[in-house]
């Protein structure tokens, strides 16, 4: 629990999320709850044997890859749309409840087709999830579709090949591209070809880079035109890389207990965020994967407070940049500005009472 003044004045900022994987949103009695629904027997690891033994095991992942180990065996209780789409709304009804108002959203379809699941079972659950979220709890969401860096590139390149003929970028239905999984070890520009032509097409892109692996991994991500990096915690390592990121405006989405339960950092003490506010990095603060690393949004707003004491004004920049990075129309992001201007002047109405 937060203990710091600005606890309540945290919890009511509005949010954007711009970094969590829907199917990192699986919690463990979900996937025992869809294993019964769908008669699929969970694998004999004994780290199955319970709810508690899999929660258990979460607490203690080595690296990434170990994580990920975990994270993809956990999705094969998917099968159904109705499963995708339970999934998208148990994870918004968190986030709306963390004071989440705009959320863009990760899936990994190539990982659900490598299993049979038809690109249109993983995508019409995924959407229903989101349309549900934004008629019943006013949120205005994004799907972003990530390439998984462990499977070959023809399979990312299958996968683009049906959000092409689907048309599902220019019908609103994925929003961007983005790239995952295992960092250091396939070659750093895997994805140039399919970047280009996205690039081509006008589909804002980002990705995952400088969590494990160094600054040239972010470096690359750039020249294959991302425009936005997913954790980029290492950056700190390149000073002219980061002037230039700061130049740009190029936001970082970073997700501070992640980092913790991968071992990225010792504790969330160790994340730059004093580095990048000082230096003008903008960045988001997300969950990631909250089902698997302790934490919701909120959690990890908070776990930044203890660890950072950060004041009113610093989190309204944080706040405000995470509306003005977010893929969403300028009436949206006005809309937003506004609700945030109005929670700050009701907190320091309330301090000068
Ligand atoms: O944090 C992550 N890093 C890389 N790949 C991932 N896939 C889900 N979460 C992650
Ligand atoms: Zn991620």
Redesign the pocket.
């Known amino acids: 629990m937060c203990q710091s003044p600005l606890h309540e004045f945290i919890k009511g900022l509005p949010k954007c999320e711009h ?1 969590v ?1 829907l ?2 949103c699986l919690t463990p009695e979900l996937i025992f709850e869809l294993a019964a629904r769908n008669g699929i027997s969970l694998p004999t690891d004994p780290v199955y044997t319970s709810i508690s033994t899999l929660s258990k095991r979460y607490e203690h992942f080595t690296s ?1 890859d170990d ?2 180990h975990f ?1 993809f065996e956990g999705m094969a209780v998917l099968r159904n749309e109705q499963d995708f789409a339970d999934l998208a709304w148990s994870y918004f009804q968190k986030a709306h409840s963390d004071g989440v108002h705009h959320a863009e959203v ?1 899936f ?1 379809p190539q990982v659900h087709k490598d299993r049979s699941i038809p690109y249109e079972t993983i995508v019409g659950g995924f959407s229903k999830g989101c349309q549900r979220a934004e008629k019943e709890l006013g949120l205005s969401t994004r799907l972003i579709l ?1 390439f ?2 462990h499977l070959p590139v023809d399979s990312a390149r299958g996968v683009y090949n049906e959000l092409v003929a689907s048309k599902h970028f220019e019908a609103d239905v994925v929003h961007g591209l983005g790239w ?4 250091v070890g396939p070659p750093k520009d895997m994805f140039r070809d399919i970047y280009a032509d996205a690039k081509e097409s006008g589909i804002p892109l980002t990705a ?1 880079a400088g ?2 692996g160094d600054p040239t991994y972010i470096s690359t991500a750039l020249e294959l035109g991302a425009t936005r990096i ?2 980029g915690i290492r950056l700190v390592e390149d000073e002219e890389l980061m002037k230039r990121i700061a130049r740009q405006g190029t936001l970082l989405t970073v ?1 501070p207990l ?1 980092n913790v339960r ?1 071992r990225c950092v010792q504790s969330v003490k160790e994340v730059p965020i004093r580095k990048f506010l000082e230096a003008g990095v903008k960045f988001s603060i997300n969950s ?2 909250p089902a ?1 690393f302790g934490g919701y949004i909120l959690d990890n707003y908070y776990a930044v407070q203890e660890a950072f004491e950060l004041n009113v004004l610093e989190w309204r920049i944080i706040a405000e940049n995470s509306v003005q990075e977010s893929w969403i129309p300028d009436e949206r992001k006005a809309v937003l500005l506004e609700k945030i201007e109005k929670h700050v002047k009701e907190y320091m109405h309330t301090l000068s009472a």
């Open positions: 970094h994987h199917e990192g990434l994580f990920l994270y990760f990994d990530c998984v860096r995952s999984s295992s960092e995952h969590e494990e997913d954790h997700c992640s991968l990631d994967d698997y």
